[in-house]
């Protein structure tokens, strides 16, 4: 007999990212809680592109969870975007969780995974695109209207 765990993959997944200003760190969480697998990639456009293509053959993928959509994970969250895939935006778990479970980039990657399963984890992150991305480039710049 067959145990659950012993059991195929369901087919459905979503992705948990650790993003930083080098490397980002996934992990390809199945929709019944498995953890199926853990990249690191380079934070370009090349490292972007081999998560996807990594991701793509755990199954469908349902969404991304990505921590840091304004800063480190922007660029990856608009990669994504482009590409059709769902983007949530995951905010750090609190100290206590930290503490209890340990700190490492895998275990921020799947715990955002599991925020965008378990539905804590709703947001979505700001496109920036579209006048008011353009005219915050503007005042960064200095430019006067």
Do not use: C
């Not at 800063?71 to 935006?89: D, N, P, Q, T």
């Not at 995951?90 to 539905?119: T, Y």
């Amino acid at each position: 007999m067959t145990s659950i765990l012993q059991a195929e993959p369901i087919g459905k997944v979503v992705v948990g990212v650790d993003a930083h200003k080098y490397v980002h760190t996934a992990v390809v969480v199945d929709v019944v809680g498995g953890t199926q697998g853990t990249l690191s990639v380079a934070a370009d456009r090349g490292g972007y592109e081999q998560l996807v293509q990594w991701t793509a053959q755990f199954g469908q993928v349902l969404g991304f969870g990505v921590e840091g959509t304004g800063s480190y994970g922007a660029g990856l969250a608009s990669h994504l975007r482009r590409h059709g895939h769902k983007v949530i935006e995951v905010n750090r778990p609190d100290r206590r969780v930290r503490r209890r479970r340990g700190k490492s980039d895998p275990i921020d990657a799947e715990n955002a995974a599991r925020a965008v399963l378990a539905g804590t984890a709703t947001a979505t992150p700001k496109s920036a695109e579209g006048t008011v991305e353009m005219i915050r480039h503007t005042k960064i710049a200095g430019i006067r209207p």
